[in-house]
């Protein structure tokens, strides 16, 4: 089992850029989250799914757009990117008692 | 809504001393609770969690938690530091409902000096 796979692991976008964190698990999980990382703040979580088709928001959800078309699958979108969403994100998927994490995307705003 | 509060943003320790880093929780359903461990540079690895039953936890690499309802407490112990302890932990908090959501802590950077 690979886990849970993020890609990429960098990336640097220009301001108003879009782009999509791509997610995937292979351990037929129902849940699934995106985090951020910021210094001294801990991982807050952005947007979070309960199974394929249903997502709701998290704390910081702004700027952010998720789909769940299958289980597997859990892509983040930046519709436009802005310098406040330089940060590294998480992506974690569980069975119902505990969250596995990838290794994270490091994405730089400029 | 649940939080989770971590005293102490820093905390060092010498080697071989006690580790304690202290969480409390708030949470209007009974919880599951856990702790991560977060070296440089990398991502989150679980050292633990508290689901049902035996209150006392043991995780990883020594490291043990006790659930204690009436404290709203989780905090995390070892009883002797070792170098490659040097991290960041997080504990974090979610709810036994249909959502699932896990909620951290911001976490506390443990310094182990020789």
């Known amino acids: 089992n690979a886990g849970v796979t993020q890609t990429p692991k960098f990336q640097v976008l220009k301001t108003g850029q879009s782009m999509t964190l791509q997610c995937a698990q292979d351990m037929n999980h129902e849940y699934m989250s995106w985090y951020r990382q910021d210094p001294g703040m801990g991982l807050r979580l952005i947007h979070y799914s309960v199974g394929a088709g249903i997502t709701d928001q998290g704390e910081v959800p702004n700027g952010y757009n998720v789909s769940r078309s299958t289980t597997e699958d859990f892509p983040l979108r930046l519709l436009s990117a802005a310098p406040s969403q330089t940060s590294v994100y998480f992506c974690a998927s569980s069975p119902g008692n505990g969250y596995t994490f990838g290794s994270g995307t490091r994405l730089t705003v400029v | 809504a649940q939080s989770v509060t971590q005293l102490g943003s820093h905390v060092s320790v010498s080697e071989g001393a006690l580790v304690l880093l202290r969480c409390n929780y708030s949470?209007?359903?009974?919880?599951?609770l856990f702790w991560y461990v977060q070296y440089p540079n990398q991502g989150l690895q679980l050292l633990l969690k508290y689901t049902t039953g035996a209150t006392l936890v043991k995780g990883i690499n020594g490291f043990e938690a006790e659930f204690k309802k009436s404290e709203t407490s989780f905090h995390l112990t070892k009883p002797s530091a070792h170098m490659s302890d040097a991290a960041e932990y997080f504990c974090?908090?979610?709810?036994?409902?249909?959502?699932?959501?896990?909620?951290f802590g911001t976490g506390t950077l443990l310094a182990v000096q020789p």
């Open positions: 974090a908090v979610s709810d036994k409902g249909a959502t699932n959501k896990l909620i």
């Open positions: 949470s209007s359903v009974p919880p599951y």
